[in-house]
C-alpha cells in the first residue's frame, strides 16, 4: 500500500500540460489533501480500431485521454481530498474495483467542447461520494461499470450531470445537479438503475432514463 498525503490545497501536483501527471497501476493506493493542475489537454483520442464497433470505440476514445489521476486496472484506489482544474478529464477509472472517489473538487473548462469528463468510471464499479464538478462536458460517465454509486455530490457541467453508458445496478441519490442538456442521462439498454432524492434545475431535461426496471 501507498498513501501519497499532502498538505491541502497548497500541495500541488503540476503535469505542465503533458498528459496525465499521475497514474495509479498498484493496488491499495491512496491519495489525498492535495491539488493537481497542469493536466492534458487531450480529453478523448481517437484510433484506427474506432472503427469497427462502437461500444469499444467509445471506451477507446474515453478511457485513453488525458486526466489528473488514471487508475489503470487495480483494485481498491481512494482519492480523497482532492482539488483538480482540468482542461480535459479529472479522474479516469479503467477496470479499477472499488474505487473510492470522496469529497474531491474539479473544475473543469468553461463549455463542453473545449473540455471533458468530470469522473469516468469504465468497466468497474466506483463509489463517488459528495464531490464537486463544475465545467467540462459531464460530471459523472460510467461505461459498463454495473453498481456504480453517484451521491451526495454538487454537478454543474456542461452537457450532463451524470451520463450512464451501458451501466446497470446503479446509484444516483441525493446530488445536486445545474444546469446543462440533462441532468441524469442513462443511456444503451440497462436495466435496475435507482434515482432517487435529486434536486435538478436549469436543466434542458431533468432524467431521461432509457432501457427498463429503474425506479
Do not use: C
Amino acid at each position: 500500500p501507498v498513501t501519497i498525503q499532502g498538505s491541502g490545497p497548497e500541495t500541488v501536483i503540476d503535469g505542465d500540460g503533458m498528459g496525465t501527471p499521475v497514474i495509479v497501476r498498484a493496488a491499495d493506493v491512496s491519495i489525498r489533501d492535495l491539488q493537481i493542475t497542469g493536466v492534458g489537454p487531450v480529453g478523448a483520442r481517437s484510433s484506427d480500431e474506432q472503427q469497427a464497433d462502437w461500444d469499444a470505440s467509445i471506451q477507446l476514445a474515453y478511457g485513453v485521454g488525458d486526466a489528473a489521476i488514471v487508475v489503470d486496472g487495480v483494485p481498491r484506489t481512494r482519492i480523497e481530498s482532492v482539488l483538480i482544474e482540468t482542461p480535459a478529464s479529472g479522474i479516469i477509472g479503467r477496470e479499477a474495483e472499488s474505487m473510492l472517489v470522496r469529497d474531491v473538487e474539479i473544475q473543469g473548462s468553461s463549455t463542453a467542447d473545449a473540455g471533458f469528463m468530470g469522473v469516468i468510471v469504465i468497466g468497474a464499479p466506483a463509489l463517488i461520494d459528495e464531490v464537486t464538478i463544475s465545467g467540462g462536458r459531464d460530471g459523472v460517465y460510467t461505461h459498463r461499470a454495473d453498481g456504480t454509486v453517484i451521491r451526495e455530490s454538487t454537478l454543474a457541467a456542461n452537457r450532463y450531470g451524470t451520463h450512464l453508458m451501458y451501466t446497470s445496478g446503479a446509484v444516483i441519490s441525493n446530488n445536486t445537479i445545474d444546469g446543462g442538456d440533462a441532468g441524469v442521462m442513462i443511456m444503451t439498454r440497462p436495466v435496475s438503475n435507482l434515482v432517487i432524492g435529486n434536486r435538478i434545475t436549469d436543466s434542458k431535461y431533468g432524467i431521461v432514463p432509457a432501457g427498463g426496471d429503474s425506479y
